[in-house]
């Protein structure tokens, strides 16, 4: 398996985590599927290797997922399967930073991996076109690097307040309130939450769980003797059931049957912690 990651250049930092590629052969056995969890990112993910699946809840199946995706914010894990070799180029978005380049509400597509060709067909088509025909990690890259760049300068009409405060967010790992927000960026309360959700997907409440969720995988990494109620105090949590309560609910298992088994597609896509300063 092969997992890259690339960082993004000064324009493109304010808005772009990375962008990653993850290619592997085709398996001797049927793969197992992957858990993906919530990060509080979306991606634009193109696919040049085999169909992925992804297990759909209702009907119980897993379902062909689109050549070329958006994945908006998760609250709860996903299952994912590839059906054969893996081949994935993606960029990954800051919280805020995918409305910079795409005008969508991007609270109508909470908990959806979705094909983009409905959102934007040209540029999924064309993506899809130049990944496919590039031959190298660097040329799948610059791909979608180019493509961020054109639209820089288009206006996509986002908010750059609510940028700012889910920046705010991330650097301080989940810990501003709702109502400290509102006042660094001079919104109401009911304002921020409403313009939020647009630009996020997300209320800020909702996002601060999730980033102290991300925090407890990147310690969970390091450290092989942290106990619950210790994870629980360094992810701003004022008890461990509280702490339980929220793994729970964004993993589908509690943290120590998690932490029990591999899951080497969630570990490459953990989010890691923002640098303090």
């Excluded at 250049?9 to 993906?36: H, N, R, T, Y």
């Excluded at 610059?142 to 820089?152: A, Q």
């Excluded at 969970?220 to 210790?230: G, N, V």
């Amino acid at each position: 398996m092969i997992y890259k990651l690339k960082s993004p250049s000064p324009a493109l930092e304010p808005f772009v985590d990375c962008f990653w590629l993850l290619s592997a052969p085709k398996p001797d056995a049927e793969a197992v599927p992957e858990i993906v969890l919530p990060d509080g990112k979306t991606e634009l993910i193109v696919h040049f290797g085999d169909d992925f699946f992804k297990h759909d809840s209702t009907s119980n199946q897993f379902v062909r997922q689109a050549r070329v995706l958006m994945s908006g914010q998760l609250t709860e894990r996903i299952l994912l399967k590839p059906s054969g070799e893996i081949g994935i180029v993606s960029v990954r978005f800051k919280s805020a930073g995918a409305a910079r380049f795409f005008n969508i509400g991007y609270d109508d597509y909470v908990n959806q991996v979705f094909d983009f060709y409905k959102v934007e067909s040209t540029v999924a088509n064309l993506i899809h076109a130049k990944v496919g025909a590039a031959t190298t990690v660097d040329s799948r890259f610059k791909v979608l690097e180019d493509m961020l760049n054109v639209r820089l300068s288009v206006d996509s009409g986002e908010d750059i307040f609510v940028r700012q405060a889910c920046n705010y967010l991330v650097q301080s790992e989940g810990q501003y309130s709702v109502t400290d927000l509102a006042k660094l960026i001079g919104f109401s309360e009911r304002q921020l939450e409403r313009k939020f959700k647009r630009q996020v997907g997300l209320s800020p409440k909702r996002l601060s769980r999730i980033l102290r969720f991300q925090k407890f995988l990147q310690i969970a990494q390091f450290s092989k003797t942290l106990t619950l109620t210790d994870a629980a105090l360094a992810c701003g949590y004022f008890d461990q059931s509280h702490f339980i309560k929220d793994f729970t609910a964004f993993a589908g298992v509690s943290p120590l049957n998690y932490l029990a088994a591999p899951h080497t597609m969630s570990d490459h896509f953990t989010t890691p912690m923002p640098a303090k300063g």
